[in-house]
């Protein structure tokens, strides 16, 4: 892989940003929802494939569905959150004038997306679900603690694109869903851009100064930062919200049952090839 | 809630979130994090089942580092354990 004019690249990437801003003021809601309409790809509901989801009648899963899609839009308000404050304190920290321009963009572009994301949660839920995540502190190592944070934001982005790009396409889904991710699908694409070749620069960069137990201790981390993303799509309040009993012990039961698992893997295997040839990631 | 009752429970949700950790083994002041015990990334785990456990929703501004470093200030801050007298 040839290293790219990173310079080059970023101000590509602001001019992209200034010229495609997409305005949320222009988004239109409808005034209520679809009770029979679904609003989350079925077969990527978390619960999809378990015994609890066999249980449910075609009404039951669509309730799910809206509670899933709560649940994803809140993910996202929260992860976007700390991106924002942990980019923005970043921001003209060195002398890289491009990168820190290219990072506002990077800034604002989230921020739009928490209005749809919110907006779809507190029109139509009245409510975004709790963040229940810490996030670690900082290493005190200027440029591995920014290399982590993309490699962080990276594996967030990817799982997530792989949702909205599948959502944005499918027709089962109410309108304003498929928008929503539609939008979201578009930029985050420079977002994923960005952040692999961010990566693939800092290693360039740096590799030959980090020894076997430093990148191994990265791979370590990612791992169970990867494991900590997925976690977040299991949420025992959206399955208490659309009804279903018992919702702290389906919780408990779902994220290990063989179905989940394998819908993971595929996953990972089919967004995450990137982060495993750069060895940020094991082998599958 | 009373410090045994509440010190029970949370080495209750540790032991549920980590069961390959001999809980029993790690004392009330042990620093969780420091030590390695839980991570970050378990501390969403563990919220869920304290909510369970408790009936309480857990408030955005409890989440910080300091609120997890033993056992004894998790059932402090999320139990509202009452100290022995």
């Known amino acids: 892989m040839s290293p790219i004019d990173f310079d080059r690249f970023v101000k590509y990437l602001s001019a992209i940003s200034e010229e495609q801003f997409i305005d949320p003021r222009h988004f239109e809601w409808p005034d209520e929802l679809d009770p029979d309409a679904w609003y989350f790809t079925p077969e990527l509901i978390s619960l999809y494939g378990s015994p609890v989801w066999a249980s449910l009648d075609e009404r039951q899963r669509k309730r799910l569905s809206f509670a899933e899609a709560v649940n994803f839009f809140s993910l996202n308000i929260h992860g976007e959150k700390y991106l924002i404050s942990e980019i923005s304190r970043r921001l003209y920290a060195g002398d890289d004038s491009a990168l820190s321009r290219y990072l506002l963009h990077f800034v604002d572009e989230e921020a739009r997306h928490m209005m749809y994301f919110s907006g779809f949660c507190n029109r139509y839920a009245g409510k975004i679900y709790p963040d229940r995540t810490l996030h670690s502190e900082d290493s005190g190592d200027v440029e591995l603690d920014m290399f982590v944070l993309f490699a962080r934001i990276n594996v967030f982005e990817e799982i997530v694109d792989y949702y909205n790009r599948t959502m944005a396409k499918d027709e089962r889904l109410a309108p304003v869903v498929r928008e929503i991710n539609r939008i979201h699908h578009v930029e985050e694409l420079r977002h994923l851009n960005f952040g692999r070749n961010f990566l693939r620069h800092c290693l360039d960069r740096h590799i030959d100064d980090w020894d076997e137990a430093r990148r191994q201790a990265l791979r370590d981390h990612l791992s169970s930062y990867l494991a900590f993303v997925w976690k977040q799509y299991y949420n025992p309040d959206a399955y208490q919200d659309a009804g279903i009993e018992d919702a702290f012990h389906v919780w408990r039961s779902v994220t290990d049952a063989p179905g989940a698992i394998r819908h993971r893997d595929e996953v990972n295997q089919k967004r995450l090839s990137y982060l495993r040839k750069l060895e940020l990631l094991e082998a599958a | ?85």
């Not at chain 2, 009373?2 to 001999?22: F, G, Q, Y």
């Not at chain 2, 402090?76 to 354990?81: A, E, R």
């Open chain 2, 1 to 85: 809630m009373s410090e045994t009752s509440a010190i029970v429970k949370v080495r209750s949700c540790l032991a549920a979130i980590k069961p390959d950790v001999d809980i029993d083994a790690v004392s009330d002041e042990t620093p969780l994090l420091e030590q390695r015990v839980i991570t970050s990334f378990d501390v969403m785990d563990l919220m869920l089942h304290l909510e369970q456990m408790s009936g309480l929703t857990i408030n955005r501004g409890q989440l910080v580092p300091g609120s997890f470093r033993d056992i004894r200030t998790i059932a402090s801050v999320f139990l509202g354990m009452e100290a022995a007298e």
